[in-house]
């Protein structure tokens, strides 16, 4: 199974404040990278997928960049509806794996 | 605008069986995978299985691979996950996404409860 490892784990950061997320995997996976944003008794949202396209409906604050083992997410004019735990997933193959998520708070 | 609505989660116990469903509406279902992902309280998130457009092709996660089983019913617009020998482990919430890939909407959950 590819492990999927995300960094940092929690981070605190301000409103307005860029974030990066970064997430890496046991081995190669092609871009076929997902970002999911989680908040607290809520469903996941989807937010991007190979790597760096938005679903649709998701604001260009997000955006996403990598390639072979090591992607990035990154938020930027971090605002209060953009707290929340964001994970990673591959889906090169089966099984797809997630990473362990990202917490952002507030600071 | 997708709609995913899921339903028959609660509480058993560790060896019973219970079947969740999805129903589907704002876009064409049977052109669609569709997957299975859970998450435990507190835990991260799960993929569980996924299932192709016509349910011909299956996949699941190791753990639940022999007691659940994914399916679907095109012309009800509905994805079905039948859980058998639940375990305490299999205690989630379970949402049904679209897609097989990365997936792209997702039902609001239902909570599946196994203790004795």
């Known amino acids: 199974d590819i492990q999927m490892t995300q960094s940092p784990s929690s981070l605190s950061a301000s409103v307005g404040d860029r974030v990066t997320i970064t997430c890496r995997a046991s081995?190669?996976?092609?871009?076929?990278l997902a970002w999911f944003q989680q908040k607290p008794g809520k469903a996941p949202k989807s937010l991007i997928y190979?790597?760096?396209t938005l679903q649709r409906g998701v604001p260009s604050k997000f955006s996403g960049s990598g390639s072979g083992t090591e992607f990035t997410l990154t938020i930027t004019n971090l605002q209060p509806d953009d707290f929340a735990t964001y994970y990673c997933?591959?889906?090169?193959?089966?099984?797809?794996?997630f990473g362990q998520g990202t917490r952002v708070e507030i600071k | 605008e997708v709609q995913l609505v899921d339903s028959g989660g609660g509480l058993v116990h560790p060896g019973e069986s219970l079947r969740l469903s999805c129903v589907a509406s704002?876009?064409?279902?049977?052109?669609?995978?569709m997957t299975w992902v859970r998450q435990a309280p507190g835990k991260g998130l799960e993929w569980v299985a996924t299932i192709n457009e016509d349910g011909s092709q299956k996949k699941y996660v190791d753990s639940v691979k022999g007691r659940f089983t994914i399916s679907r019913d095109n012309a009800k617009n509905s994805l079905y996950l039948q859980m058998d020998s639940l375990r305490a482990e299999d205690t989630a919430l379970y949402y049904c996404?679209?897609?097989?890939?990365?997936?792209?909407?997702w039902g609001q959950g239902i909570l599946v409860t196994v203790s004795s």
């Open positions: 996404a679209t897609r097989a890939g990365a997936p792209a909407d």
């Open positions: 997933q591959q889906y090169n193959n089966y099984p797809r794996t």
């Open positions: 081995q190669g996976i092609n871009n076929y």
């Open positions: 704002g876009f064409t279902f049977s052109t669609y995978w």
């Open positions: 190979a790597t760096s």
